[in-house]
């Protein structure tokens, strides 16, 4: 893949944009498999491969220019925004809406906020495709104020953007280095998007968690639930479970008539995550699918480990942390605890190697690698361990 923005120096966030796209694959499994050498993982199955361009389901684009000029994408090093309205790891959905969003920004005189000055209103522009191209729209602002100018503008956006399902004004007043604020305005009837995955669909909110990539996500669950198959756990605890992908594709039904690959007895799953946010979409989800071997509760993974009973540990844990990994406290309850298999699912192979090396009990059966960001060094990586 070519990019002309990074041709010209005007954005280099995908560091390995132009390298042959093979190339790039081998590097990343070249890259696993020497973190994990130590480890000896007897099987190594073949990478996941993406496709190369308009992978990502989510645009996170700062908002820059003027009202009556406003570029969507970055900042260069002086503030002054960058327009990457053609980005080519975005959706085609994406490119197709933002020059929509850069007129409704003019239309609703949503003033673009000037980090050097700290003025202005819209911060940042946060799109998300559904893998059925519905649209979530969130324009997150420094203050309510321009919330009365979207109300009223939001039909002319809606009849130009007819598959966007969700709109939403997020409020950011601080002046800080993050994305979103924890106050969301849901403009539309619409609160979720509905995120359709192999034979699940989970309902995302506003400020859910969700993997990048649709495809490679679709994948990553399906080789996860063929893989716990073979295990036949009863029970299961899915750790840093987000919305809920893993926890919605193993857990089993009470009616072994119904259909599906996941019909049947199946393990009875706990999912457990910090974001409220994200356990409220995990819940609709799972009332929707009528799952009631599975339960999703708000709290923190290695807190909830360490207060469990000997008598409550499940056959199998599930564990898909954000880049920093478990954690010393909770690889050591897993290393001293009766859990008999783990799937780890990794963004980090680095924090990844870290945690297995304080695991020795617990021995890799299987890898494999997931191809979840194309162009950038960044990869996912899921490893199948069992107790020796």
Not at 115 to 144: A, C, N, Q, W, Y
Not at 354 to 373: E, G, H, I, N, W
């Amino acid at each position: 893949m070519d990019c002309a923005y990074f041709d010209a120096g005007r954005c280099t966030s995908c560091a390995l944009m132009g390298r042959p796209y093979p190339v790039q694959l081998a590097g990343k499994q070249r890259h696993a498999e020497e973190l994990l050498a130590p480890f000896d993982v007897p099987e190594w199955l073949a990478p996941v491969a993406s496709r190369e361009d308009g992978y990502r389901n989510k645009a996170k684009m700062v908002v820059g220019g003027t009202v009556d000029a406003p570029t969507i994408g970055i900042l260069d090093a002086d503030g002054h925004g960058v327009d990457l309205e053609a980005c080519g790891i975005c959706s085609p959905g994406h490119r197709a809406a933002f020059p929509v969003l850069a007129r409704f920004i003019t239309l609703a005189r949503l003033t673009p906020y000037d980090v050097r000055r700290r003025t202005g209103e819209l911060k940042h522009l946060i799109v998300t495709e559904s893998p059925d191209g519905e649209l979530m729209i969130r324009f997150v602002l420094r203050s309510t104020e321009p919330v009365a100018r979207l109300r009223k503008h939001l039909p002319a956006l809606l009849a130009e953007l007819p598959h966007a399902r969700v709109v939403t004004a997020n409020v950011l007043p601080e002046h800080k280095a993050v994305l979103e604020g924890e106050h969301e305005i849901v403009l539309t009837e619409a609160e979720t998007l509905a995120m359709r995955l192999n034979d699940v669909t989970m309902h995302l909110r506003p400020q859910s968690f969700f993997q990048t990539n649709t495809e490679i996500a679709a994948a990553l669950y399906a080789e996860a639930r063929d893989w716990i198959r073979d295990l036949a756990p009863d029970t299961a605890w899915d750790l840093y479970s987000g919305v809920g992908g893993f926890a919605l594709h193993i857990a089993g039904r009470d009616d072994a008539s119904s259909a599906g690959p996941s019909a049947g007895p199946g393990p009875e799953v706990t999912g457990i995550e910090t974001s409220v946010e994200a356990v409220a979409s995990a819940e609709l989800s799972r009332t929707d699918a009528a799952l009631s071997r599975l339960r999703f509760a708000s709290g923190d993974a290695t807190a909830f480990a360490a207060g469990a009973a000997t008598t409550e540990v499940p056959d199998l844990v599930i564990v898909n942390p954000p880049r920093r990994g478990i954690g010393s406290e909770l690889a050591g309850w897993l290393e001293a605890s009766a859990v008999s298999h783990v799937l780890y699912s990794s963004c980090n192979a680095a924090s990844l190697a870290k945690d297995l090396a304080a695991m020795p009990s617990l021995r890799p059966v299987k890898a494999r690698v997931f191809d979840m960001f194309p162009q950038t060094t960044h990869f996912e990586v899921m490893v199948l361990l069992e107790r020796c």
